[in-house]
C-alpha cells in the first residue's frame, strides 16, 4: 500500500526566507506526486505534480519541488517566502490513471511566515 | 480551468436528518470524483470513489448505507448523510478527476455542523 510522510508538522519561516517542505512517500513503483496548499476553511489547490520526466518540476506560485527516487522523496521548496504563503501544505501520492489515481495525503505541514 | 464547486458551502442541522451536498466540475467532464472528510487540522481521509453511472466504491470503514453516493452525470456528484449525529459533523471535501491530465481538482469543502 502507498504512504506519505511529511516529518514536519509546523515550520515557522521569516518572509524573503526560503523554505523545504519534506514529503516521503512509500510505493513500489514510479508514483504520482502532487502537493496541494490548502487555506484555512477552504479546499486544496495544487501547486505541482509529477508524473515522468524532469525530475525538478516548477509549479503556480513560485514553488518547485523535486523527484529523488533513490531518496523516495519529493520535497517542496520556495526561493523566498511571502507572509502570503502561509498555509497547510499536503504532500500526495497516486497509484495511477483513472480510478487507480486514488491519492494517500500526508499529515500536512503547517507554515508559519512572520514578517 | 478544472474549476470544481461545492453546494452547500456550510451547513447546519438537526440530529437525524439528511443532508445532500453537491459536487460539480464546471469545466471538465469527470468520471470519477471523489469525497473526503476532514477533522480539524487533519489530513484528509478518502471516504469513497464515485464513478459516473455505477455504484460507489467505498473505502474501509466508511458505512455506504450513511453515506449515499450518486453519480449520475459527468459534471455532478452527491453526496447524502443520511440520519446526521453530531459525530458526523465534519469538513466534507470532494475532487474531480480531470481524464485529460490524470490530476484531481478539489472543491472548496463543506462544513456540516449537526445539532
Keep these: 500500500a502507498q504512504s506519505v510522510t511529511q516529518p514536519d508538522i509546523h515550520i515557522t519561516v521569516s518572509e524573503g526566507a526560503s523554505l523545504e517542505l519534506r514529503c516521503n512517500y512509500s510505493y513500489g513503483a514510479t508514483p504520482y506526486l502532487f502537493w496541494y496548499v490548502q487555506s484555512p476553511g477552504q479546499g486544496l489547490q495544487l501547486l505541482l505534480k509529477y508524473f515522468s520526466g524532469d525530475t525538478l518540476v516548477q509549479g503556480i506560485k513560485g514553488f518547485e519541488a523535486e523527484f529523488k527516487r533513490s531518496q523516495s522523496s519529493f520535497n517542496l521548496r520556495k526561493p523566498s517566502v511571502h507572509w502570503s504563503d502561509a498555509a497547510e501544505y499536503f504532500c500526495a501520492v497516486g497509484a495511477g490513471s483513472g480510478t487507480a489515481s486514488k491519492l494517500t495525503f500526508g499529515t500536512g505541514t503547517r507554515l508559519q511566515v512572520t514578517l | ?115
Design chain 2, 1 to 115: 480551468g478544472a474549476v470544481v464547486s461545492q453546494h452547500p458551502s456550510w451547513v447546519i442541522c438537526k440530529s437525524g436528518t439528511s443532508v445532500k451536498i453537491e459536487c460539480r466540475s464546471l469545466d471538465f467532464q469527470a468520471t470519477t470524483m471523489f469525497w473526503y472528510r476532514q477533522f480539524p487540522k487533519q489530513s484528509l481521509m478518502l471516504m469513497a470513489t464515485s464513478n459516473e453511472g455505477s455504484k460507489a466504491t467505498y473505502e474501509q470503514g466508511v458505512e455506504k448505507d450513511k453515506f449515499l453516493i450518486n453519480h449520475a452525470s459527468l459534471t455532478l456528484s452527491t453526496l447524502t448523510v443520511t440520519s446526521a449525529h453530531p459525530e458526523d459533523s465534519s469538513f466534507y471535501i470532494c475532487s474531480a478527476l480531470s481524464p485529460s491530465t490524470d490530476t484531481q481538482y478539489f472543491g472548496p469543502g463543506t462544513r456540516l455542523t449537526v445539532l
